[in-house]
């Protein structure tokens, strides 16, 4: 098992966190309002097998569309993310031989140089992590109910991201 036999729904406390998340078999979504943890999502997802683990840690950057920014600002329709993720994490499991993956997702606002999201994947080989890690943040930015609020310096609050982010932005 990966943090525990079967699939618990629940408060996660692995990563000194009090969040949503799903946990089953060799994988682990969550959604947090905290700070993550970047080194032990990686430790997580390690194993004696593995031969390589890749990771993707997307950041807040202090620029957008010619702007300065000062934050994001994350929403989810958390029930339905936990879902989507899961399931896109199973597809993962489905087409690469992987071990372990870990997709951990920061909702509310996110300084820049923090991390809003942190993706993990280890496999017995490097190439099979990292098409994994590449395919799960392709679609966790297409797919999840997750919407994305730009801060500015000049004071201007924007809805940025996917189609589906501008449609839910009221």
């Not at 949503?20 to 959604?31: C, L, R, T, Y």
Request: hydrophobic share 40%.
């Amino acid at each position: 098992g990966f943090l525990r036999k079967g699939v618990s729904k629940g408060v996660l406390r692995t990563f000194g966190l009090a969040d949503k998340f799903i946990v089953s078999g060799s994988q682990m979504v969550q959604i947090t309002t905290s700070p993550i943890n970047i080194e032990l999502v990686i430790d997580s997802v390690r194993t004696p097998e593995s031969g390589g683990i890749d990771t993707f840690i997307g950041t807040t950057r202090n620029h957008s569309k010619g702007r300065v920014v000062s934050a994001l600002e994350y929403e989810a329709y958390e029930p339905m993310a936990l879902q989507v993720m899961e399931r896109i994490v199973e597809e993962a499991q489905s087409r690469w031989p992987v071990q372990k993956i870990a997709v951990i997702h920061r909702i509310g606002r996110v300084e820049v140089g923090q991390a809003s999201v942190v993706i993990a994947v280890s496999s017995v080989h490097r190439k099979e992590a990292f098409e994994a890690c590449r395919f799960l943040i392709d679609r966790l930015k297409e797919d999840v109910p997750i919407w994305k609020r730009e801060y500015f310096t000049d004071g201007s609050i924007e809805w940025s991201g996917q189609p589906h982010e501008q449609a839910a932005s009221r």
